[in-house]
């Protein structure tokens, strides 16, 4: 694609299930991916909601944003309802009172809601191997009500319950790996999207769709509010982040671990930190630990990959 002058919305589908005339605010990466991912899926879709930046923008009473059933469930819980509704649907096809069809299940939840308050909840939907497509949209804190930090909050970053400042440097611990934990269920299909790789995006949820059993899927979404970021950089800090290893773009396909976006050359993580105003404080030995901590996963993940191809 860097080599290629390519313009994504003549590839893909035109039809949009998440409309225009949201509120999202301007550069919001989340609301991008999800729009996509809606592209991928086409019409046959059913979707459960955690409260959440993405629940707020698309339904604000008595308006929708939404071109499809969606249903808007508590903040720990969209995985929970989804897998009910998919068990509904299953039953219902079995005894033949609706017709049998393909549907797209489909939860949604912030990084507060997957990788705090509703973890146990996701864990228990991915366990019993329903037919479902867990997403969660890390835009790396409490967004909605005011830029709280969350377990995926990256180390450094300066929120509002992370305040950087004289007795602190920000967030003092490292984001949770959510991705690492769905795979340990050991479920069909893992993959993390970005929506600056629409087409690696595009292909990893039609992929999700057509397993047999659970998917869970990790979008990395900038959010240039929370950030402090320039909205206009929201797509090229999709691909720095990439290209830093800050969130590597992977899937895990029965138990393999194929790296989709591989780096050859890792790019300085200053590039990506400097332009947000959450990392301004950081001091050159922080961002030395980070860089060191970047690589060390990054290398980890292509050591996997290759152990893996070995054994095949
Ligand atoms: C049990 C519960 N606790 C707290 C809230 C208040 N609340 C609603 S949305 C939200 C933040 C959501 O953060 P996240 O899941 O990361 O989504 P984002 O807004 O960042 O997209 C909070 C704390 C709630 N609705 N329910
Ligand atoms: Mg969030």
């Not at 995926?152 to 440097?169: H, K, L, V, W």
């Not at 930190?273 to 292509?302: M, N, P, S, V, W």
Request: charge should be positive; proline fraction near 5%; include cysteine.
């Amino acid at each position: 694609m860097e080599k290629f002058n390519v313009f994504a919305s003549r590839l893909l589908p035109k039809e949009d299930y998440l409309c225009s005339g949201h509120r999202a605010c301007q550069g919001c990466a989340e609301v991008l991916a999800m729009r996509l991912i809606h592209k991928a899926l086409g019409r046959n879709t059913i979707v459960a909601s955690a409260t959440g930046c993405m629940e707020i923008i698309s339904s604000p009473f008595p308006e929708t944003a939404w071109n499809l059933p969606w249903m808007h469930v508590a903040f720990e819980n969209a995985a929970t309802v989804a897998s009910g509704i998919e068990s509904g649907y299953k039953a219902l096809m079995r005894k033949g009172r609706i017709p049998q069809r393909k549907i797209n299940f489909i939860a949604y939840g912030g990084d507060g809601a997957t990788a705090d308050i509703g973890l146990q909840w996701v864990s228990g939907a991915m366990e019993r191997g329903h037919n479902m497509i867990y997403v969660c949209y890390d835009n790396e804190a409490y967004m909605n009500t005011g830029i709280q930090r969350s377990s995926s909050t990256p180390f450094g970053a300066s929120t509002t319950t992370s305040p950087a400042g004289r007795e602190s440097d920000g967030q003092a611990t490292w984001k949770k790996n959510v991705t690492a934990i769905m795979a340990a269920h050991d479920i069909p299909y893992v993959a993390t999207v970005n929506p600056s790789y629409p087409f690696d995006l595009f292909q990893k949820i039609r992929k999700a769709a057509a397993v047999d059993g659970p998917a869970y899927i990790h979008a990395y979404s900038c959010c240039p509010t929370g950030w402090r970021m320039r909205t206009d950089l929201a797509v090229q800090i999709g691909r720095l982040a990439v290209e830093t290893a800050v969130a590597p773009l992977y899937e895990i396909e029965n138990g393999k671990l194929r790296i989709t976006q591989p780096i050859e050359k890792i790019r300085p993580v200053r590039d990506y930190l400097k332009i947000q105003g959450r990392f301004r404080h950081l001091k050159d030995t922080i961002i030395d630990d980070i860089e060191t901590r970047l690589h060390q996963e990054y290398r980890a993940l292509e050591a996997r990959q290759a152990r893996e191809q070995e054994e095949a």
